[in-house]
């Protein structure tokens, strides 16, 4: 844990962040997954809804923040390998954190059942930290043209992966959860080691093929926070923060009439939709908070970027715990203390569909609620 001086973060790249975690928050934890808003829930295949802008987002963060924070500390001299040492110490810690969230509480209590021989390996922190490595020595070992030529290059090889590599008894170019590249990959290699609530078993939308074009999503990033560091106008920033999101969400959605956007493959499209996405939303934040100061409306977002992770980590327990616990019921079977507080608090006065938002606007709240006293006491976990 450190005191950090807020003074001197960009108040705007905190409150996007706090934003992309809040909107985590959420979409992971409907009352009922039955009955959710549409737009709360990932596209099936391929397409998008809003859930399927916040996790690119967030990584698209990574990226920006590795510029603006690495920059400066280079430029004060700090040493690059130290540097390194830094970025590889965090990734191994936000990757442990993954594969503890994923298995928690490994048996030990509540969860009879675990065994490692299915314990999913990637996942939505997993990805954040090889993301973030690898952009790191991407960023220490290249100028901005290399950095561009990287982004260009990852989403040109990508789609060559998925679109003409043979794989055995599907052929070339099957883009459909079963026969496509990724899947094979992760079906050979992660086997049982994947998400079981993927569409087709041995699947993994965080898995190997697919981080390719992650990694060019935290690179986006990092170009948008060169153009931050430049000695422009707040206006002429803003202006060309828009422009390259519509830019890039023109390019995306030419990109979609031959390789469409979705997100469980993230595709080449996706990664540069999304990153216009990314790019727009920034810009509007950056537009109001730190050109025309507009900044009390966004400040439970910045509280919940101060410690983004680490809100998203304890969240993620909560959840878990929540599933664990329960009790069992005459007719055999188990209710669990989740879904006994949406049943008793929320379904019994809201259609299930409103009950089930509610119920997670609620766990938002609660998570607020710590963020908050986090940030009064001026404490902020750097995981």
């Known amino acids: 844990m450190s005191a950090v001086d807020a003074k001197s973060r960009l108040v705007s790249l905190d409150a996007f962040r706090g934003a992309a975690i809040a909107a985590m928050i959420l979409v992971n934890n409907p009352g009922s997954y039955v009955e959710v808003y549409d737009q709360l829930e990932h596209a099936e295949w391929n397409g998008w809804t809003f859930a399927d802008c916040i996790f690119p987002a967030f990584l698209w963060i990574v990226g920006v923040a590795i510029t603006l924070s690495f920059a400066n500390r280079a430029e004060y001299g700090s040493d ?8 590889l110490r965090r990734s191994m810690i936000i990757f442990a954190l993954g594969i503890c969230l994923t298995g928690f509480p490994f048996g030990l209590f509540l969860d009879p059942h675990f065994s490692f021989d299915n ?8 990805r954040i930290a090889i ?14 043209r290399g950095q561009i030529l990287w982004t260009v290059g990852l989403l040109a090889f990508y789609w060559v992966l998925v679109r003409w590599v043979y794989v055995p008894g599907y052929g070339e170019g099957v883009l459909e959860p ?3 590249l990724c899947w094979y990959v992760d079906y050979l290699v992660l086997k049982t080691h994947t998400w079981r609530g993927a569409m087709v078993e041995g699947f993994d939308p965080e898995g190997i093929v697919s981080t390719i074009p992650a ?8 170009l948008a926070g060169h153009w931050l560091r430049t000695p422009r ?31 469980n493959m993230w595709t080449s499209s996706y990664a540069v939709f999304m990153a ?11 537009w109001l908070m730190d050109v025309k100061g507009y900044k009390r409306w966004a400040s439970p977002f910045a509280i919940f970027g101060m410690n983004a992770l680490a809100i998203y980590v304890l969240s993620g327990l909560i959840a878990r715990l929540l599933f664990l616990i329960g009790w069992p019921q005459p007719d055999g079977s188990f209710l669990e203390v989740r879904e006994y507080l949406f049943q008793t608090l929320f379904e019994c006065w809201a259609k299930e569909d409103n009950a089930s938002f509610v119920y997670a606007i609620t766990h938002v709240l609660a998570m607020f ?8 006491k001026r404490v902020f976990i750097r995981l």
């Open 80 to 87: 690059r390998g130290q540097l390194l040492l830094h970025v």
């Open 119 to 126: 314990l999913r390996i990637p996942g939505v922190l997993q």
């Open 131 to 144: 993301c973030y490595l690898l952009t790191a020595m991407i960023f220490f070992t290249t100028r901005v």
């Open 178 to 180: 079963e026969g496509n």
């Open 215 to 222: 990694l060019a999503t935290t690179l986006f990033g990092v």
């Open 233 to 263: 106008s707040g206006e002429m920033k803003t202006l060309g923060l828009l422009g390259s999101a519509i830019g890039l969400l023109a390019i995306g959605s030419i990109m979609n009439i031959w390789l469409p956007i979705n997100k």
């Open 276 to 286: 216009g996405v990314s790019t727009f939303c920034l810009a509007a934040f950056y």
């Open 369 to 376: 609620a710590v963020a908050w006293v986090l940030w009064k």
